[in-house]
């Protein structure tokens, strides 16, 4: 993957050097435009990126290029970026708006104003699976923070990324009223103590032959038609990013990011449909990623199991 010119990071012909890679975008910008119209969501999303621009800058980073509704930016410290990131968090309330963002740290080839290597494409691919709100860092990026930073992030789970034999291991930095918590209760939705009669609670997820148990040490699980997907739908039905499945705050936790929409149906009770937004998953039932789930056999349905072992 090719970078624009960096604007302030020095740029040496056929110099490989280990940078902070950071890809943030204003989350779910097409429902932006359509809610406040054009010109005035135009001129909000200038208002925001000259704000990151400029905390960028105030940390010691140089912006390499504008992305639409985004931008990417590189940093020699891998403390600096996630000092920025968290600083992008803190003033989306000032603008109405979510966030997105992921952080990746490693080698890159230092063109004349160009970046390229595959750190700019695992940076990007961490920043697309992302809640609005949320900051994503690889393993890399981890290994190379302070004490203090490194005790404000916390596991997720392991992601495939194409072109690449193992998956990457992927960590949230929390923030605000989060990084107060303790990680073992933000991680687990529960305490590592578990309370008098109750266990662990998981969540089962059957399709086509696979099966994907969330719980402690699978927190989250991505769902989509690409093939970086954790469980990968195999239906034009299904978009390439459909949704994300996470075990927070005592429960599980279904966000739609799709085209089509996520249909549930649990028991009796009529289905739910999300269309970007999200809810908890309770008992068990079927998921229709883009189209209504009838029956288990259809290729877009996933069959759901809670369970309290």
Known sequence: MACSPIERIPVL???EKPLAL?????????MLYERIGNAT??????RVLAHLRRLVVEHHGGVIKSLGDGLLAAFSLCDDSARTACA??????QHGLRLRIGIHFGAVIEGVGDLYGDACNVAARVQQIARPGEILVTQALVDSLSPD???RTRPLSNVAMKGKTAPIRVHQIRTGDDADEAIDSTTLGFSLVAEAG?????LHLSYRGRDITLSRTLSRVTIGREDGSGLRIASRQTSRQHAVIDFTRESFLLTD????????RSGGSPPVVLRRDSTKLVGS??????????????DHVVAFRGELA
Do not use: C, K
């Open 13 to 15: 012909p056929s110099l």
């Open 22 to 30: 950071l890809f943030v975008d204003i989350a779910d910008s097409t």
């Open 41 to 46: 969501a135009a001129a909000l999303t200038q």
């Open 88 to 93: 992008m968090i803190g003033i989306q309330d």
């Open 149 to 151: 930073l490194r005790d």
């Open 198 to 202: 109750r266990g662990m609670a998981t």
């Open 257 to 264: 990011h799709s085209t089509n929409g996520t249909f549930i």
């Open 285 to 298: 039932g079927l998921i229709g990623f883009g189209a209504e789930a009838l029956d288990e056999g259809q």
